[in-house]
């Protein structure tokens, strides 16, 4: 009879030990989640600040706008694209007659790039806006824009530029790089 009770307690003291076990596991299956938790709803407030930021130095910019055209000061966005557009078109035309001039094996200049790229955004949105005025109507054409900015982004984080110089390179604002590479990264 003893041994009985000997085999019994053995058998309650190993069930015990297995159900402290997998309470043990559960438990920190729990706490894993909550970290998870806790991660994502810092990444969301971190990302909604930052939006916020953007959206409130957008609304200065605005402001600021605003002001210099109430005061007079402010020049019509068409004759500033038309000057910078000119202006481009200059640069490129030499550029190009030097180029022409100069063997192709120069390494690859950053500053032409940029005045090349800002011509081709310039001219496009100028293509843009005079196929809004003809045609009202019908809604614009969805591009992948924002896969090529991508890439580009990519591009330029490989080469290893910071945050601060990609978004300078391709003028665009700190915030929406970093926006761009965190939804991006998150759809993978």
Do not use: C, H
Not at 123 to 137: G, I
Not at 157 to 176: F, M, P, S
Request: charged share 35%; net charge neutral.
């Amino acid at each position: 009879m003893l041994t009985f009770l000997i085999l019994i307690s053995f058998i309650l003291n190993i069930a015990a030990l297995l159900a402290i076990a997998i309470l043990y596991t559960r438990q920190n299956r729990l706490l894993e989640v909550e970290k998870r938790q806790e991660k994502a709803v810092k990444e969301m407030e971190d990302v909604i600040s930052s939006y916020l930021l953007e959206m409130k130095e957008d609304n200065e910019r605005f402001l600021q706008q605003f002001q210099a055209v109430k005061e007079g000061k402010f020049e019509s966005s068409q004759n500033k694209v038309k000057k910078i557009k000119l202006a481009a078109e200059k640069e490129l035309k030499i550029e190009s007659r030097q180029s022409e001039k100069e063997p192709d094996d120069l390494p690859f200049k950053a500053a032409s790039y940029k005045r090349q790229s800002a011509m081709k955004a310039y001219t496009q949105k100028a293509e843009d806006e005079s196929s809004l005025e003809k045609e009202p109507n019908q809604p614009p054409a969805v591009t992948s824009k924002e896969d090529s900015v991508y890439n580009q982004i990519q591009t330029l984080q490989e080469k290893g530029y910071t945050l601060e110089e990609i978004a300078k390179e391709l003028g665009r604002g700190v915030t929406e790089v970093e926006l761009l590479l965190k939804f991006r990264q998150k759809q993978k």
